[in-house]
């Protein structure tokens, strides 16, 4: 189980995520979650993550996103000095495209 931080109540939202079948399911869930800044937001800082996961520069990334470079830093720290959910995220798409089982299944 993981360890939830002093500020987060509880797990339920994590749990009630976990519980969301596919694709549609999420869409659906986070439509209602969030207002469409917050999911543009959230969706910008993923493709941020990738791209620099990927080895693009700042420049190219401001250029392919619109994000801000305040945006691309705060993300570059994240996945420099985070908790490392961007890399375990990307380990799992990986894992999906070869088709590679991934631990615990």
Known sequence: MVKIGKKEKNGNLYRAILTLKDEEECYAFFQDLCT????RAMEQRFEVAQLLDE???????????GASSATISRVNRSLSYGAGGYEKVFEHIKNQKSGKKEKGQ
């Not at 469409?36 to 999911?39: A, D, M, P, Q």
């Not at 080895?55 to 996103?65: D, S």
């Open 55 to 65: 080895g693009l520069i700042y420049n190219e990334i401001l250029e392919r996103t």
């Open 36 to 39: 469409v800044s917050e999911l």
